[in-house]
């Protein structure tokens, strides 16, 4: 007797209701193979985008935490202003390496798309900004040269969105004021893609803040204590202090409501692809009363029907597993989607990443659950005795 030509069999007999909970264990898959990528995705994209900004340290005016964070990754709006001289005194610590001063400024353009949209401009200090994110690379052109140069480098989407190349000229709204543009940056998968750099003084004469700053990036010098340095800097006066690690971990605080309404999700969903699997097998038991009798009245013993029993549900979990496994793969991008209008804060790269690795912990994962799931019925199945399917098949 081949077991497991049986058992394919089996399954094949009632194909709606194997079909159905394939289905059903393939969404659980799908579900599950999604929140693995996301785990593994989010902190991935959320990781470079720290390592991105090219400082440990961000130096703010006094407010709210959140929005510092929101300063250093996405150029937030509800902006605060500190005074410049605050570059001396932090340059004047043992503990730091560079520092480089920031103005940001956003201006909203009614000529962009239907309603109108929002324009990020930020000013940097030629000298210590290019060497603080050296990531970043030129499609055209290069970094102005002078403190206080009326030029402009545009940040990839930035380029595009105002369909400007080096040599043309940029008007700010409002400001009457015209910029050359210098250099496009090549994508970079960041905050960068979409701002306009300028000079931090050339953008303190248009926008009337003369020797006001929003932030200061800082560099810490190899060996030295940053948790000592911090409290250091929390002397000045006026000011907010926040480290790569705190943004890290305020984030991460924030999407952790997310992490468990989504984790809530999948334990439901588990849940119901195992009930499936539980009725779908033993009503197939059940069905299946005399035939296994008869199997057994003909030399079966019992382990062998209970393994037939059981490899139908590895079949089925196995066919399940991969099917959703699939359903994620394929549907990776709008997952993304998803999940970056249900989260507070996303950072720029994918956060959703699945590999080999996780869609095979998937599907392994899948596959014991169907083998706890199918235990029962396979142990019921094996339970069943000659003579009593016999008298039923009289009756």
């Keep these: 007797m081949n077991i497991i030509n049986l058992s394919y069999k089996n399954i094949l007999r009632k194909k709606l209701r194997s079909t159905l909970t394939v289905f059903a264990i393939a969404l659980s898959a799908w579900v599950l193979t999604s929140l693995l990528g996301f785990n593994k995705g989010y902190e991935t994209a959320l990781n470079k985008d720290i390592d991105n900004m090219g400082f440990q340290i961000l130096v703010a005016a006094k407010g709210c935490p959140y929005e510092a964070a929101t300063l250093m990754l996405k150029g937030g709006t509800g902006l605060r202003y500190m005074e410049e001289n605050i570059t001396e005194k932090i340059t004047a610590y043992p503990e730091t390496n560079k520092v480089t001063p920031m103005l940001m400024q956003a201006v909203f353009d009614p000529?962009?798309?239907e309603s109108g949209g929002y324009t990020a401009y930020l000013g940097v200090d030629p000298e210590t900004f290019p060497s603080m994110k050296s990531y970043l690379a030129f499609a055209q052109g290069d970094w102005f040269k002078k403190a206080d140069a009326n030029e402009v480098v545009l940040g990839y989407e930035a380029a595009e969105l105002e369909q400007r190349e080096v040599g043309d000229m940029l008007l700010i709204p409002e400001k009457n004021a015209e910029l050359k543009v210098v250099g496009i940056l090549k994508r970079s998968g960041t905050q960068d893609d979409g701002t306009i750099f300028m000079p931090v003084k050339t953008l303190q004469n248009i926008f009337d803040k003369k020797g006001k700053l929003t932030g200061v990036g800082i560099k810490v010098k190899k060996d030295s204590d940053i948790n000592e340095f911090e409290n250091k800097l929390y002397d000045l006066p006026d000011v907010q202090v926040v480290s790569m690690a705190q943004v890290k971990q305020t984030i991460m605080n924030l999407v952790t409501t997310a992490k468990i309404m989504v984790f809530s999700i999948v334990v439901i969903a588990v849940i119901?692809?195992?009930?499936?699997?539980?009725?779908?097998?033993?009503?197939?038991?059940?069905?299946?009363?005399?035939?296994?009798?008869?199997?057994?009245?003909?030399?079966?013993?019992?382990?062998?029907?209970?393994i037939m029993i059981w490899i139908e549900t590895v079949f089925l979990c196995s066919a399940g597993g991969i099917l959703g496994s699939g359903f994620a793969v394929i549907l990776t991008k709008i997952t993304d989607i998803l999940i970056r209008r249900l989260l507070p804060?996303?950072?720029?790269?994918?956060?959703?990443?699945?590999?080999?690795?996780?869609?095979?912990?998937?599907?392994?994962?899948?596959?014991?659950i169907g083998l706890v799931s199918g235990l029962y019925p396979a142990w019921k199945a094996a339970n069943i005795r000659p003579i009593e399917s016999m008298r039923r098949e009289a009756n």
């Design 111 to 113: 000529n962009k798309g």
């Design 345 to 368: 804060y996303t950072p720029t790269g994918p956060i959703v990443i699945i590999d080999l690795n996780l869609i095979l912990l998937t599907v392994f994962l899948i596959i014991a």
């Design 272 to 306: 119901i692809a195992t009930v499936g699997v539980v009725n779908t097998i033993l009503m197939s038991v059940f069905e299946r009363f005399q035939e296994i009798g008869v199997l057994k009245s003909m030399g079966a013993l019992p382990k062998d029907i209970f």
